[in-house]
């Protein structure tokens, strides 16, 4: 093989191992991310937006010095230091992380703030050397101006196929096998190794010191105090804390919003679980068939078995790692006429032909509610799933005196239903119930009055607080229902005024 020829396929592995990872450190940093941040669309923009800003930044450099010192050896020491940088990041991010989310936990706005700051000095630096590469790359390789093109075209096909690799193999594989940490080592040590094709075999020690730190045990992705559980499944960031009184809550992400709770000695969590448990008395029949979709780790199912025994519940929950944490540190697997199905909240429904006397729908990732879980199309397909004489009941965030996000999911859920109501069962949270049946005030009233006496409390504070919200204005649809835009605007506002998503309870009985 000749010079020019082995010269050329070294450019080529390079470039295609900087590919893989320029875009192997994005994903596998929003998974670095979660636990502190969340995963919300604001995130990833923050995120996709640096991580272009550091490409074209180094498309820039690269090309300078490459016209000034066009040397092999300075490009391929320019990726073995992106390899370190990469390698460092997962080391270097907790003290980090936790300083930069030190007093932003309260406030959701901090995760603007916070995931831009993180991102910029811990991810920036090895992807502005990584974007260096290609241009590099190009003015090494082309000889002459006639084939500067075929070049070119050459080079970028193979860093984007590259790409795609580093996009996959992270996602799909490395980090559900072996976790954040050692997956940046090992996007880390094949960077490295294509580097070796510039700076020769000798400096594969560096990659294989680089896989030897895969043995070094990952540290804890966000310390906390009681700390039972923690794992990074497909689909979020898994953590499962015991507090000194004996409960467990269940984090997802970003570790702020507590998705499911447990408490050996009762069912009744003061949480807005229990405002759920009031709503079955306003079918005036008995309790026969409920859908929970968002079940996570089972607290409402659990809850519904004790006060309303001779329900069938079918919960519905994405993630079957959440589920199975349900089962070993919430009690789920006791409840004995639960029915957990993994799958997306509307694909069951679209799949199932049950009908149900309540659908709860709990699959809001608070504050950010899922669009397709908002739209008219899915209210729709609810509707058609209820029994006559139905309820659904949502979980809807918000912040006190911001009503945009319950209004228009509220004018969305009434363009599908002839009678919607809202009750503001906690400050940061309220309940839209749509019924498919209309009940006057009395009425209303009247069915309240029945029920398991332990949720009288609710039940009075549910007759005393709700209040209807009239159809009128545009309904959302899946073509276009701007939840994302309207919860950051109140988000942000609420953050700016120095509000604290501290946290509520229910006045509830235990």
């Excluded at 079940?295 to 001779?310: E, H, I, K, S």
Aim: proline share 7%.
């Amino acid at each position: 093989m000749g010079a020019g020829r082995r010269s050329r396929l070294a450019l080529g592995a390079l470039v295609f191992g900087a590919g893989i990872g320029a875009l192997a450190t994005e994903i596998t940093a929003s998974r670095l991310l979660a636990p502190y941040f969340g995963s919300s669309t604001i995130v990833w923009s923050n995120l996709i937006g640096i991580v272009l800003a550091a490409l074209a930044l180094g498309y820039w450099l690269g090309g300078r010095i490459a016209d000034r010192r066009p040397h092999p050896g300075l490009l391929g020491f320019i990726v073995l230091g992106a390899a370190v940088f990469v390698a460092l990041i997962p080391f270097v991010a907790e003290p980090f992380l936790d300083l930069t989310v030190e007093g932003l936990d309260q406030a959701s706005a901090g995760a603007v703030v916070g995931s831009f700051v993180a991102v910029l000095l811990l991810c920036a630096p090895p992807v502005v050397l990584l974007g260096m590469v290609s241009p590099f790359a190009i003015r090494l390789a082309v000889s002459e101006i006639a084939t500067a093109g075929s070049v070119a075209g050459r080079l970028y096909a193979l860093s984007t196929g590259g790409s795609l690799l580093g996009t996959f193999l992270p996602a799909l594989v490395l980090i559900p096998a072996i976790g954040t940490q050692r997956t940046f080592l090992v996007i880390a040590a094949l960077i490295a190794a294509s580097s070796c094709f510039l700076l020769g075999p000798r400096y594969l020690l560096v990659s294989g010191a680089l896989v030897a730190l895969v043995a070094l045990p990952p540290g804890v992705a966000k310390p906390t105090e009681g700390l039972l559980h923690e794992e990074t499944s497909y689909h979020q960031y898994i953590q499962v804390v015991e507090r000194p009184d004996g409960r467990r809550l269940l984090h997802l992400n970003e570790g702020v919003a507590v998705h499911s709770l447990w408490r050996e000695d009762a069912v009744l969590t003061g949480g807005v679980w229990d405002a759920f448990l009031a709503v079955p008395p306003l079918l005036g029949r008995p309790l026969e068939r409920v859908a929970i979709l968002g079940n996570a780790a089972g607290t409402t199912a659990r809850a519904l078995g004790v006060f309303y025994p001779g329900a069938e519940v079918d919960g519905v929950e994405l993630d079957p790692a959440v589920s199975r944490v349900g089962r070993e540190y919430f009690g789920m697997g006791e409840i004995a006429r639960l029915t957990v199905h993994d799958a997306d909240a509307r694909p069951y429904l679209r799949s199932t032909d049950e009908e149900y006397d309540l659908v709860v729908v709990d699959a809001y990732h608070q504050p950010y509610v899922p669009f397709y879980l908002a739209t008219r199309e899915f209210f729709r397909l609810v509707r058609e799933r209820l029994a006559p004489g139905g309820i659904v009941a949502l979980n809807v965030a918000g912040v006190p005196g911001d009503r945009r996000l319950v209004d228009a999911i509220g004018r969305t859920l009434a363009a599908e239903l002839p009678q919607v109501l809202e009750w503001p069962a906690l400050r940061f949270n309220t309940i839209v119930l749509g019924l498919t049946e209309p009940l006057s005030a009395e009425e209303l009233s009247r069915r309240l009055r029945d029920g398991p006496a332990e949720l009288a409390v609710l039940r009075d504070l549910l007759a005393r607080d709700v209040s209807p919200i009239e159809p009128g204005g545009t309904p959302w649809t899946d073509d276009r229902a701007p939840v994302e835009w309207i919860t950051d605007r109140m988000i942000v506002s609420y953050a700016a005024e120095g509000g604290r998503l501290d946290e509520d309870y229910l006045p509830t009985r235990p």
